[in-house]
């Protein structure tokens, strides 16, 4: 079979795109600017390819040369999903399940045969920046990126090891909700893993990796992405497609997560630009500082503000009355209790409500919903005007890890209690006695100090230009998990 045979599904998958909704959600009425096709001719000529795919999806879907589309809307992220039986009963596409599965070198058979993927070194893939993990998304979910123009060279990459890599940095996170931001701009014929790779790569990633992941965001898609899912699209869970959206332009993702938190490689930056010029919209530099002046606060806001205006405006308490709030709904026996607490989201909607209510100075009222108030603590912290660790401690948290171990108790005290200003650290013991309770009924909510400090770690810590690199938030988890286990000889005062 030859490319001729591929281009026609190309083309046919465009014709039904002009007379058909579009099969992802988007975020915009527009859709996006075809670049130059990512297929590698010789990849599609080679004999390993020559699979009837369009015969197979056919019979998987029971359509005669029809391409189908993704019929439903995004996950609103807030229902436990079974992803598993969704693949058992998948149906199978015969192609696709052995595409060149000696070329991939056996993936699933190196990654089953490899228990050892903790001790292994992946410094050198982890310098080319593929994968980075920022801070949370708008409904408290840790937001992970990946970044394909960083994908080195086909001849460079170990695609087992690879893949090895992106599970054991996803290991970290994958307990507790999670956001997927892939910016796709950047992929080419050199650097495009092979649809052989992908498809195992798919199947490596079990029930574990898909359940908790809510959101999948396909920054900049193309027609590559768009005839991949067509071809993947019977042995795909309709769940997992329900969590992918496109995002045609940066300012999309807005809507769902703080962009000064990402790190957005340069190139991206540069391609969304010039996509917005060909739309003839205002040209919108990502880079560039706003220089509209924000609005006064009023005096009963609480969030997006600084501990001093809320102390200020609440007759000197050191405590803000949302964290005090929180804080005694959650020490609740059943909120204490409640399996996966601080791990997974809320409803979107409902917490920009809240949030807008408890600004203009209305009742809080968390509708017995124990996560609802578990992401508004959450977010209270991770949108302060300065961290609670403050600005000036980055630096010195982040290398905590270098410090022996016998060192890090006084040097830990001494941040603390010595450098930390006194409203901030009334405030954080505080946070940690309640965290402490939290852990003390961890055999039901599973939320040990490990899991509490990937969770609080980066709304704690934070750099001054808001962004956390995946080698910041290993040190920033440590520290946190640090202070949990050890806060009765910490907080002495």
């Known amino acids: 079979m030859s490319l001729t045979f591929y281009i026609s599904i190309y083309l046919n998958v465009l014709v039904a795109m002009a007379d058909n909704e579009e099969p992802y959600p988007s975020l915009s009425d527009y859709h996006d600017y075809e670049p130059n096709l990512e297929f590698d001719d010789t990849e599609l000529q080679s004999p390993s390819a020559d699979i009837d795919l369009e015969k197979s999806l056919a019979n998987a879907n029971g359509t005669v040369g029809t391409l189908d589309y993704m019929e439903s809307p995004v996950s609103d992220g807030t229902i436990e999903e079974n992803f598993e039986e969704e693949l058992v009963n998948a149906p199978q596409v015969e192609g696709l399940t052995s595409v060149n599965d000696t070329a991939t070198g056996n993936l699933l058979d190196d990654l089953e045969a490899d228990d050892s993927k903790e001790d292994e070194d992946f410094s050198d893939v982890a310098e080319c920046g593929v994968v980075d993990v920022v801070g949370d998304d708008a409904v408290g979910r840790k937001i992970i990126v990946v970044s394909a123009c960083k994908l080195p060279s086909n001849k460079e990459v170990d695609h087992p090891r690879l893949l090895r890599y992106l599970m054991y940095t996803l290991d970290k996170f994958v307990e507790q909700d999670y956001s997927l931001v892939y910016f796709h701009y950047g992929l080419t014929s050199k650097n495009k893993p092979t649809l052989s ?238 965290l402490s309770k939290v852990m003390d009924r961890c055999d039901l909510n599973k939320m040990t100090s490990s899991n509490l400090a990937v969770v609080f770690g980066p709304n704690l810590v934070r750099s001054p230009n808001s962004q956390l690199s995946l080698a910041a938030i290993g040190p920033i988890n440590a520290f946190t998990d640090f202070v949990l286990v050890n806060h009765d000889q910490i907080f002495i005062i």
């Open 197 to 434: 790779w992908l498809w195992q790569a798919y199947r490596a990633f079990d029930r574990k990796y898909k359940k908790n992941l809510k959101a999948l965001y396909l920054v900049h898609p193309t027609g590559f992405i768009k005839v991949v899912w067509q071809l993947f699209r019977a042995v795909i869970s309709a769940k997992f497609g329900r969590k992918i959206m496109y995002v045609n332009h940066l300012q999309e993702l807005k809507l769902f997560m703080d962009l000064d938190q990402l790190i957005i490689p340069a190139p991206v930056l540069d391609h969304d630009e010039q996509l917005m010029k060909k739309l003839n919209k205002k040209k919108v530099s990502l880079v560039e500082q706003e220089t509209d002046q924000k609005s006064e606060p009023l005096p009963t806001q609480q969030f997006g503000v600084s501990l001093q205006f809320i102390k200020a405006n609440n007759n000197g308490e050191i405590i803000p009355p949302l964290v005090q709030k929180c804080v005694e709904y959650l020490s609740l026996p059943d909120a204490l209790e409640t399996e996966g607490l601080f791990r997974r989201s809320a409803n979107i909607n409902h917490l920009r409500d809240l949030q807008s209510r408890i600004n203009l100075g209305e009742p809080v009222d968390f509708g017995n919903d124990v996560h609802l108030a578990a992401v508004l603590l959450k977010t209270f912290l991770r949108e302060l005007e300065e961290p609670l660790m403050t600005f000036d401690l980055f630096d010195e948290i982040t290398q905590f890890q270098t410090l022996p171990k016998d060192e890090r108790p006084r040097q830990v005290k001494i941040l603390i209690l010595e450098k930390l200003p006194l409203d901030n650290y009334h405030l954080l013991k505080y946070l940690i006695q309640f």
